[in-house]
């Protein structure tokens, strides 16, 4: 056997010789330019979606929060980029937020208090 022969890892004639067919043979050099291939495209796609995944905008009246690896940052409005499959955003309203909530009597002091402020003991 000389240094140029490969020895075939898959033979579709069944280790016979001289069977006049077409002798498909997989080999070394063949399997890792497939490996190779498969390699690249999967990493293609990671890079693509990683792509896609990077930027992100924050509408006007929101405040973005990127949380990455428990710290947390804040953004304005506008356009803006994150570490992909690290960070993930949440979008938070900046607009004033009006609580509508009646007054009530409180029975102690018998003055008026708003609702948020309870001044009875539990029980």
Request: net charge positive; charged share 15%.
């Amino acid at each position: 056997m000389t240094s140029q022969e490969q020895l075939p890892l898959f033979s579709s004639s069944n280790g016979r010789k001289g069977t006049g067919g077409s002798d498909t043979k997989i080999t070394c050099a063949m399997c890792c330019a497939v490996i190779g291939l498969s390699v690249g495209c999967i990493l293609a796609i990671v890079a693509l979606v990683a792509l896609f995944e990077m930027p992100f905008i924050v509408p006007p009246g929101y405040v973005g929060a990127v949380v990455t690896m428990g710290h947390v940052h804040s953004y304005n409005s506008g356009l803006h980029f994150r570490v992909p499959f690290v960070s993930k955003v949440k979008l938070m309203t900046a607009k004033i937020q009006i609580l509508e909530a009646q007054p009530r009597r409180d029975w102690r002091s018998r003055s008026i208090l708003p609702s948020y402020f309870d001044l009875t003991t539990p029980t």
